[in-house]
């Protein structure tokens, strides 16, 4: 009933910025709280940042100052501002969100599908 939906990666030179967008459709309430990931090929999958309901946010060393979360909650969409991208942020992001549904208000995680990202001249 709901869905995480990815868009915004692609390919940029060293330097360059993208902005990755996540979308929750369906039987959305609320959204308490969303984070990105990424992910290359044989190693986990690692924090990037999070961001909470109140605008706390969360980054990880290797991005702070560079990228920049943040949320339209009225259209329950997060986004991940990418700055001054290096070849070492090549990877796939995700997007996970605890998602609180209608009437029963219950959070459930959700995560999107996964989009690439990849840093090369």
């Known amino acids: 009933q709901v869905q995480l939906v990815e868009s915004g990666g692609g390919l940029v030179q060293p330097g360059g910025s993208l902005r990755l967008s996540c979308s929750a459709v369906?039987?959305?309430?609320?959204?308490?709280?969303m984070g990105w990931y990424r992910q290359t090929p044989g190693k986990e999958r690692e924090l990037v940042a999070t961001?909470?309901?109140?605008?706390?946010?969360n980054y990880a060393d290797s991005v702070k100052g560079r990228f920049t979360i943040s949320t339209d909650n009225a259209k329950n969409t997060g986004f991940l501002q990418m700055n001054s991208l290096k070849p070492d942020d090549t990877a796939v992001y995700y997007c996970n969100a605890n998602v609180r549904v209608p009437y029963t208000m219950r959070t459930y995680p959700y995560w999107g599908q996964g989009t690439q990202v990849t840093v090369s001249s």
């Open positions: 961001i909470t309901s109140s605008g706390t946010t």
């Open positions: 369906g039987s959305v309430f609320s959204i308490p709280d």
